[in-house]
């Protein structure tokens, strides 16, 4: 090929990996809070074992509810469809503790201080982990809550409350837990 039509075909090239590292280097941007907070609970979820007759059938999807404040229904709804437990997650938006059948996992955001023992108590006797971003959750009988740290959120559990719900937290996210009461501890 003569030099006069290698340099275009090169100049192409460059240009292409200029826009397509460009990109590369982009900076996603930042992640909300509530994106944070739900990211978080899908989490959690995947060092907690439920019991087997949590779920109906082998295929039976992995359900997480949202009750509470507005502002968590997009980064919730972003889960669906992901796969947690090797079953695919279906979300269920503005649910009460009244419709909570089936779910797995409830995040419940920025509900009344009255409500949320109510709720806990609820849920956990369905056998649903509940996590919240509630002042005093595992005090008022939530199994997960997530706390301000000083520089990121931080979170505690409750394993009395897991144990009402049936369920079993590993280790390893014990140990990651700023602090853990329940079982005289």
């Given at each position: 090929?003569?030099i006069?039509q290698?340099?275009p075909?090169?100049l192409l090239?460059?240009?292409l990996?200029?826009?397509?590292?460009g990109t590369a280097?982009?900076q996603?941007?930042p992640?909300?809070?509530?994106?944070?907070?739900?990211?978080?609970?899908f989490?959690?979820?995947?060092?907690?074992?439920?019991?087997?007759s949590?779920?109906?059938a082998?295929?039976a999807?992995f359900?997480?509810?949202?009750?509470?404040?507005?502002?968590?229904?997009?980064?919730f709804?972003?889960l669906?469809?992901?796969?947690?437990?090797?079953?695919?997650?279906h979300?269920?938006?503005?649910v009460?503790p009244?419709?909570?059948?089936g779910?797995?996992?409830?995040f419940?955001?920025?509900?009344?201080?009255?409500g949320v023992?109510?709720?806990a108590?609820?849920l956990?006797?369905q056998g649903?982990l509940?996590?919240s971003?509630a002042?005093g959750f595992?005090?008022?009988?939530g199994?997960?809550g997530?706390?301000p740290?000083?520089e990121?959120?931080?979170?505690?559990?409750n394993?009395?409350?897991?144990?009402?719900?049936?369920l079993?937290a590993s280790?390893?996210l014990l140990?990651l837990a700023h602090?853990?009461?329940g079982?005289g501890r």
């Amino acid at each position: 090929m003569p030099i006069y039509q290698r340099r275009p075909a090169r100049l192409l090239l460059a240009a292409l990996l200029a826009v397509l590292l460009g990109t590369a280097n982009a900076q996603p941007p930042p992640l909300s809070e509530a994106d944070v907070k739900a990211g978080l609970a899908f989490n959690f979820a995947r060092y907690v074992d439920w019991p087997k007759s949590a779920f109906g059938a082998p295929d039976a999807p992995f359900v997480i509810c949202h009750m509470g404040h507005d502002r968590f229904a997009t980064a919730f709804s972003a889960l669906t469809g992901r796969s947690l437990k090797g079953r695919r997650v279906h979300v269920r938006l503005g649910v009460s503790p009244e419709q909570s059948a089936g779910c797995h996992l409830a995040f419940i955001a920025e509900v009344p201080a009255h409500g949320v023992a109510a709720a806990a108590h609820t849920l956990s006797a369905q056998g649903v982990l509940t996590v919240s971003d509630a002042d005093g959750f595992i005090d008022n009988g939530g199994a997960i809550g997530i706390i301000p740290g000083e520089e990121r959120l931080q979170f505690e559990i409750n394993r009395d409350a897991l144990d009402r719900a049936g369920l079993d937290a590993s280790s390893q996210l014990l140990k990651l837990a700023h602090s853990v009461i329940g079982r005289g501890r």
